[in-house]
Structure formats: structure tokens, C-alpha cells
């Protein structure tokens, strides 16, 4: 049985497709687990929830790729 970790909690739909293409470009599994409904653009508590789940012995590299991913973006603000 595979353990899954919470990498990645979110209400932007946006932010989760960016960070879940990120790490599987990294040979990273993601599993994508939203409690959205598609029909309908609401966001409201928990029917807003995104979240990202890695194998357990993937998390500390998927924290690693995230890590650059936000001190690279901090960087690009600061220019």
C-alpha cells in the first residue's frame, strides 16, 4: 500500500496546476484531491479545498522542487 502525504493545500485552482505540473515534470506522482464542484465557481470553506498528495517517499523531494519554485518567484518580486 502506498502512503500519500499533503504536500500542497489551496483554494486556487491555478496555483495547484502549476505546482502539480511542476512536480511531475520532476517524475514526481501527484494526486490531485478537490472537493470543488466543477459547475459551480464556489469556494466557500471546504467545497473550496485543493489538495496536493505525493507518495510518502517523494515528499522530501517534492518539498525540495517547491522550495526553489517559491524562492525563485520571491526573487522575481524583488526585481
Known sequence: ??????????????????????????????????????????????MGEIKLLVKKDDLAKAEKVIQVMKSSQEQDNDS
Open 1 to 46: 500500500m502506498i502512503d500519500w502525504e499533503e504536500i500542497l493545500f489551496t483554494y486556487d485552482d491555478i496555483e495547484a496546476e502549476i505546482v502539480k505540473d511542476l512536480l511531475e515534470s520532476e517524475n514526481i506522482q501527484v494526486v490531485v484531491n478537490s472537493m470543488k464542484v466543477s459547475p459551480y465557481p464556489v469556494s466557500i470553506g471546504r
